[in-house]
Structure formats: C-alpha cells, structure tokens
T-cell receptor, first 112, second 110 residues
Framework: NAGVTQTPKFQVLKTGQSMTLQCAQD?????MSWYRQDPGMGLRLIHY???????DQGEVPNGYNVSRSTTEDFPLRLLSAAPSQTSVYFC???????????FGDGTRLSIL | RKEVEQDPGPFNVPEGATVAFNCTYS??????FFWYRQDCRKEPKLLMS???SGNEDGRFTAQLNRASQYISLLIRDSKLSDSATYLC???????????FGTGTLLAVQP
C-alpha cells in the first residue's frame, strides 16, 4: 500500500516556466488537498477536492490550477512560475473531510 | 483573526518535563480536530485525534474546549525524541476547508 505518492521530489524551474506536480493515492480517499509550507508560515491550503470532478480554492490559490478527473489523482499545475512560489508542497488525502489526513513526502520546488 | 492560531514557540523544556500547547480556532462550526507531528523537512504525521471527551495515548493527552474554541495537547515526561513541530488541524462542519495552524516548535533539552 503506497499511500500518497508525490512526484517529483525536487524540482528547479526558471521564472515563467510551467509545470505539474503529481499526486496519487491508492486508498480510495474522497478528500484530497494541496498545501505549501514556507519557513514560519505553517501549512497553507492551496486547493482541495471533495471528490472526482469537484475542486475548490483554499487560502492561497493564485497562480495554481488543479483538476480531479479520477479519485486517485490530484495534480497541481503552476501556470507561470514565480520566485514567490519557491516552497515545499505537500499533497494530502483523507477518507472524508472529517477524517485525519495522510501526507505525501513533499515536493521541494525552487524557482530562479 | 486567523482561522487557526498556535504559539510558534520554541518551547525549550528539559527531559522529563510536562509541556502543553493550545490551538485556538475561529470557526465555531468546526467538527474535526487533529494534532500532527512534523519532523524537520518531513511530512506531517497524525499524532492524535481530538474528541469532545478528550483522548489519551500514553504520555500524550488531547482535549477540546468548544466553549472557548481551542484544543490542547499535553505531553508528560518529555523525551528527546519528542522534539518536533506540532500542528493542529480543524475543519469539517460547515466548511470543506481543512486549515492548519502555523505549528508549535518543541525542543526537549538533555
């Protein structure tokens, strides 16, 4: 049982490039979410999904898009990378919004 | 006011000490509450769920105070291995957003 799998683990981008962070879970969880974590800022919610085909904005959605075409996958797309998006990104899933979340290992993203 | 607030610390305590953290939340409709532990540069991992009746697991006790809208985590007989950041998570109820506090850093000293 792999749990929540994030790829890539590390990435360096140039300003203006786009890329997709992948997230997959094999636990048949309804709820999935993306967070970014910056020093001293804790985890900030970017986007979340309560099921396939349903997504919504979190606390800091600007500059990011998501889609949820299947229960298993919840990719996060950076439209035009900016240095302010340098961060550690965590994907998480839970059976339901009222259940504890399981986190992936994180993606460490640097934008030059 | 932020939706979820925690004292960032650091809390520097000697081994064997008892330490307590609070996490206040502003959404009175929140239904689910959890404490997570995060080691440096690692992903958060569930430590405890927080129930209305309280929850105890070994040296760890979590409690919920709905009237004052906060949850607490008590660690007894602190170990060096307890050094980490402790995050609280509230959500559910009227909202689908699961919001974290900024985390409280605990450093247990030998």
């Amino acid at each position: 049982n792999a749990g929540v799998t994030q790829t890539p683990k590390f990435q360096v981008l140039k300003t203006g490039q786009s890329m997709t962070l992948q997230c997959a879970q094999d636990m048949n969880h309804e709820y999935m979410s993306w967070y970014r974590q910056d020093p001293g800022m804790g985890l900030r919610l970017i986007h979340y999904s309560v099921g396939a085909g349903i997504t919504d904005q979190g606390e800091v959605p600007n500059g990011y898009n998501v889609s949820r075409s299947t229960t298993e996958d919840f990719p996060l797309r950076l439209l035009s990378a900016a240095p302010s998006q340098t961060s550690v990104y965590f994907c998480a899933s839970s059976l339901h919004r009222d259940q504890p979340q399981h986190f992936g290992d994180g993606t460490r993203l640097s934008i030059l | 006011r932020k939706e979820v607030e925690q004292d960032p610390g650091p809390f520097n305590v000697p081994e064997g000490a008892t330490v307590a953290f609070n996490c206040t939340y502003s959404n009175s409709a929140s239904q689910s509450f959890f404490w997570y532990r995060q080691d440096c540069r690692k992903e958060p991992k569930l430590l405890m769920s927080v129930y209305s009746s309280g929850n105890e697991d070994g040296r760890f006790t979590a409690q919920l105070n709905r009237a004052s809208q906060y949850i607490s985590l008590l660690i007894r007989d602190s170990k060096l291995s307890d050094s980490a950041t402790y995050l609280c998570d509230t959500g559910g109820g009227a909202t689908n957003k699961l919001i974290f506090g900024t985390g409280t850093l605990l450093a247990v000293q030998p």
